[in-house]
Nanobody, 122 residues
């Protein structure tokens, strides 16, 4: 069974950086697109970034463009989300998920990790 696990969350001051990791078991990541989503308290889950399975093309939500970078290491079966210039509004639980083609449609992702908390506060 496909399983995903996020790590790297924590508490950071505004303007700081974090790098989230998404590891897998049960499937090879290079055969799937991997998306990062986040959900803040009282808000709907929203797409943050996605990396396609074959050419590694990347997609970003407007709110994180220029600050976040998604990448993958096929040898380690790991996808990363480098988050720089963090803002308080980036505070949320961050999830990685698997799909066939990149989209920010939550319903298109059948497998999800448990999430990792990111808190941006002074």
């Amino acid at each position: 069974q496909a399983q995903l696990a996020e790590s790297g969350g924590g508490l950071v001051q505004p303007g700081g950086s974090l790098r989230l990791s998404c590891t897998r078991s049960g499937f090879a990541m290079n055969y799937f697109a991997i998306g990062w989503f986040r959900q803040a308290p009282g808000k709907e889950r929203e797409g943050v970034s996605c990396i396609s399975r074959s050419d590694g093309f990347t997609y970003y939500a407007d709110s994180v463009k220029g600050r976040f970078t998604i990448s993958k290491d096929n040898a380690k079966d790991t996808v990363y989300l480098q988050m720089n210039s963090l803002k308080p509004e980036d505070t949320a639980v961050y999830y990685c998920a698997v799909t066939s083609r990149c989209t920010f449609n939550v319903g298109a992702y059948p497998y999800w990790g448990q999430g990792t908390q990111v808190t941006v506060s002074s």
